[in-house]
């Protein structure tokens, strides 16, 4: 009987192509909007939150919490004060910090951010699950002249190793005064992580004061030109970095290490938790998180309003039709499965055409995710979540067939009657 009704509700289907394949479409579409946005979303918070680890704190001038997590780990706006180095090496030597790294941010590459350090960075960053840093080819910078870069950036503008870059003055991808008479040559490239760490250039806080040794207030001094080779003859100490990153000896000294910070003397600090400052950006993204899961649930209630809508409306057109089924022995309540049937039919070839949109766009729009936002949707089996959404979606619009398979369980009836009378 199962398969009577299956292939009866098929034919039944493909007779009214048009409407029928208009209405998939719908709840396809609404599919792929939903599971989208779910993907995406996931995708954004797995990414940020594996840029960072085994850092147990973030230093910077004081601001908030989020915005300084955001340009120190994340690449994204500006620090509204940089820190001494005085005061750096000051807390660098508090008893209980076993490492830290500096960073010095504010120069650019073709719109890639240009991130001066120390060794440290390459022996003591980590990412994802506490993995170290790897070098895809060359080694770390030595001389005050090399550049680290990430992945990405070797990747997109086409760099291999000992070729020669030329660094700006700014941020963007509109540079401004690049520092052409100071060349860097790439030393190394780093294998690929999926954080902004492939969208960055790595170079030594002393090369960041190299280029800068002849410049004020963010432009050259006029008439005064310091070459590369005097400049390796100086003693290039930076007189402040953007922020550093800080690991302990002891993780039950975090708390009082991060007081001692935010109370110190010599200027205005900020010590923050990655992990605590990250729970606050979810909390300040929640509200469009709200907005884009109801936007795309009310876009599965129109799609199935629509279905609900075409099944209405074939009702009237399909009265003969269910009286033939009537006169060859159908009974009610195989009229009533039939229409149940038809829009578990819909319901479910929606889901499948929204699966492969979904799977297909991924597929295309990886690169575009990749290069312009840092993010690397995997195409995966779904998960058990996406599973029960997609069940959910499935069962409400059996409910709601329901609504039309029983008018026409009574027009049947009805009709039936009227036939006998």
């Known amino acids: 009987m199962i398969s009577t009704l299956l292939s009866l509700a098929s034919k039944s289907l493909t007779n009214r192509l048009l409407t029928v394949g208009l209405t ?24 940020f939150a594996n840029t960072i680890s085994g850092t147990d704190l973030v230093v910077g001038a004081r601001s908030g919490s989020v915005q300084l997590l955001l340009y120190s780990v994340f690449r ?48 003591h960053y980590r ?5 170290h840093l790897r070098f895809e080819s060359g080694k770390p910078f030595e001389d005050v002249f090399d550049a680290v870069l990430g992945h990405e950036v070797a990747e997109r503008l ?36 999926g954080t902004p760490l492939d969208r960055t250039i790595h170079v030594s806080l002393q090369g960041i004061e190299a280029i800068h ?42 708390f009082k290490i991060q007081r001692r910070i935010n109370q110190f003397r010599g200027e205005p600090l900020l010590a923050i938790l990655p992990g605590v400052a990250l729970q606050e950006l979810w909390d300040l993204m929640s ?29 009237n057109e399909r009265r003969r039709e269910m009286a033939i089924l009537r006169s060859v022995g159908a009974r009610l309540s195989h009229i009533f499965i039939l229409l149940v049937v038809e829009a578990g039919l819909i319901v479910l070839s929606g889901i499948l055409v ?56 009574r027009q049947s009836l009805m009709d039936g009657m009227n036939v006998h009378c």
């Open 24 to 47: 998939v479409f719908a709840i396809s579409f609404s599919v792929f909007l939903l599971l989208g946005v779910e993907k995406i979303r996931t995708e954004a918070k797995v990414s």
């Open 76 to 123: 994204i706006g500006n620090a509204t004060n940089n820190v001494s180095w005085k005061s750096y090496q000051t807390i660098s030597n508090l008893k209980g910090v076993a490492w830290t790294i500096p960073i010095s941010l504010g120069d650019s590459h073709r719109g890639f951010r240009v991130l001066g350090t120390t060794s440290n960075y390459f022996k």
């Open 127 to 131: 990412y994802g699950s506490k993995k």
């Open 158 to 193: 086409g760099y291999k190793l000992n070729d020669k870059i030329v660094l700006s003055h700014g941020i963007g991808k509109i540079a401004g005064t690049d520092h052409a008479d100071k060349p860097f040559r790439i030393s190394g490239v780093l294998a690929k992580t």
């Open 213 to 254: 040794i002849d410049w004020r207030s963010g432009a050259p001094i006029p008439g005064t030109s310091v070459s590369a080779k005097e400049i390796r003859q100086l003693e290039l100490q930076p007189k402040s970095i953007t922020a550093f990153l800080v690991g302990l000896k002891s993780k039950l000294s975090i």
């Open 287 to 315: 509200t469009a998180e709200a907005a884009l899961g109801l936007i795309s649930v009310f876009v599965v209630v129109v799609s199935l309003l629509v279905m609900l809508t075409m099944l209405f409306s074939s009702l």
């Open 354 to 409: 929204g699966l492969l949109m979904l799977y297909a766009a991924l597929h295309f729009a990886q690169p575009i995710l990749e290069a312009e936002f840092g993010l690397f949707p995997a195409i995966q089996a779904l998960s058990t979540h996406e599973i029960l959404i997609l069940a959910i979606l499935f069962v409400s619009g059996l409910g709601l067939s329901a609504i039309p398979a029983y008018r026409a369980y």
